[in-house]
């Protein structure tokens, strides 16, 4: 459901309501910045992604989490955020974000399963609609309070400096704090005593699948390391967590108690966890970080998949193939291998090469939808008509399963342009650049679409829909 807009209001009810506006903003200004989410989260050029490998550990790991907390698998999504930072966060409903700095620094499956845990507490918790109704009392109490403190401001003028503001102590604390710092804290408590709900709930849900609570306990370890000089002089009021050391305490006695805490990844699992890593480091490490943790001297297939990602990223083609290659004849059943070689030579510009491989990944991991869209960018990219055919059947399947993918819409545009059918290629078009936020250019898109398509049918219809499309106005 798309937010109201205000293109009929008037000005003078813009004008009347502006005051309202203006509290409750501030308010989310205090909240969400007290949250400390991930600058990735924070900032316009936060970069959202996509690597099948990658989605498919983290369902995996979530899997038994969700089962545990009575959560609907197919109605959450796990996103990865392009941030080195460690966190992870709830947001938009049913969405885990969780930044790919969180995942290179676990060193263990539990690890990162823990956090998991505690995101998963977040959800079944309802913890983001009660903030959200938080929020909406907050607005009142911080307008009533603007209106309360303006009065005894007008108050405290007339009776002068030793007039009845002194003999009350509960209207000095008001007038000192403040009435937008008296609801912040409020909230910040309320935020507060949900992070301690998802902990204790976390320890349940890994309980309850057999996993230990170890790995949660190290990460909020990690936590209070850094925090530590952070924290020290801080007003514990003021914080929407608890405060580090108060966290692992309590997680200490919960998990200890656990009959579970000694459980162990599986050393496949474990495998997989670092084949992660290693993907990471190679494709967003700098060099010399890259030689630092995976030195030649380490023969692990990990230290070899960071180092062919590494080289391909350096433009060193044939030592890239070389060692994926290598991979490959090790584990032939490896999908990820497969696709990574065919990214490799479709990237290269030599995207007929790229099919064999890209194919082979599509059918070891047939519901991989990253594979599925690049095979169909592959398919495009040999200029082939037939495979542009091949491509339309592919790429129309993937944004039926994803109808936000923006990526599988935009090379869905180009192979129907290359089959000779603009209506549906502009149609296309305008679905990718509409899901980009760019508003204007997907107008003009489907403008150009419907005029080709009949009145009423399935693309008139889509195209009417981006039409009058009007993105939501915040002032």
Request: glycine share 10%.
């Amino acid at each position: 459901m798309t937010e109201p807009s205000h293109a009929g209001r008037t000005p003078s009810s813009r004008q009347r309501h502006a005051p309202v506006r203006r509290a409750f903003g501030a308010l989310l200004a205090l909240v969400t910045g007290a949250q400390s989410l991930p600058a990735a989260a924070q900032s316009a050029n936060a970069s959202i992604i996509r690597d099948a490998e990658i989605e498919q550990l983290l369902r995996e790991y979530t899997a038994p989490i969700f089962r545990a907390a009575g959560i609907n698998a197919s109605a959450t999504k796990i996103i990865l955020v392009g941030d080195r930072s460690f966190n992870a966060f709830v947001a938009n409903g049913q969405k885990i974000f969780v930044n790919v700095g969180a995942l290179m620094d676990s060193k263990t499956p539990n690890e990162i399963i823990g956090v998991l845990a505690h995101e998963s507490g977040h959800i079944a918790g309802g913890h983001l609609v009660r903030q959200r109704q938080e929020l909406a009392k907050a607005q009142i109490l911080a307008v009533a309070g603007m209106l309360m403190g303006a009065g005894a401001v007008v108050g405290m003028a007339r009776s002068g400096p030793y007039g009845r503001v002194g003999s009350d102590g509960a209207g000095m604390a008001g007038a000192l704090l403040g009435p937008g710092e008296i609801v912040r804290r409020s909230l910040l408590a309320y935020q507060r005593g949900d992070e301690q709900a998802a902990d204790r709930a976390a320890l349940n849900y890994l309980a309850a699948s057999g996993q230990s609570g170890r790995g949660l306990v190290t990460t909020m370890e990690r936590f209070q390391n850094d925090a530590l000089f952070k924290t020290s002089q801080i007003d514990p009021y003021l914080l929407s967590h608890p405060l580090p050391s108060e966290r692992i305490a309590s997680l200490q006695t919960a998990a200890k108690a656990s009959p579970t805490f000694n459980a162990k990844d599986s050393p496949a699992l474990q495998a997989r966890h670092d084949l992660m890593r290693a993907k990471l480091f190679g494709f967003m490490g700098n060099t010399g970080e890259v030689a630092r943790r995976y030195p030649v001297s380490d023969t692990s297939v990990a230290a070899r998949y960071a180092r062919a990602i590494s080289a391909y990223r350096l433009g060193r083609l044939d030592q890239a193939l070389g060692l994926i290659d290598g991979l490959i004849a090790g584990q032939p059943g490896n999908p990820y291998f497969h696709e990574m070689k065919g990214q490799a030579l479709l990237e290269a510009g030599r995207a007929g090469q790229s099919l064999a491989n890209l194919r082979q990944a599509s059918a070891l991991a047939p519901n991989a939808l990253p594979i599925r869209v690049l095979l169909g960018h592959a398919l495009v990219a040999t200029g082939n008509p037939k495979d542009a055919t091949e491509a339309v059947h592919i790429l129309t399947q993937a944004t039926q399963r994803e109808d936000d993918n923006a990526e599988a819409w935009q090379y869905l545009a180009m192979a129907e342009e290359r089959r000779g059918n603009p209506a549906n290629a502009q149609l296309a078009a305008a679905q990718a650049v509409f899901l980009q936020g760019k508003y204007i250019e997907a107008r003009t898109q489907a403008d150009r679409a419907q005029k080709q398509f009949p009145r009423g049918s399935p693309g008139w219809l889509k195209a009417d829909d981006i039409l009058n499309y009007r993105p939501p106005v915040f002032d």
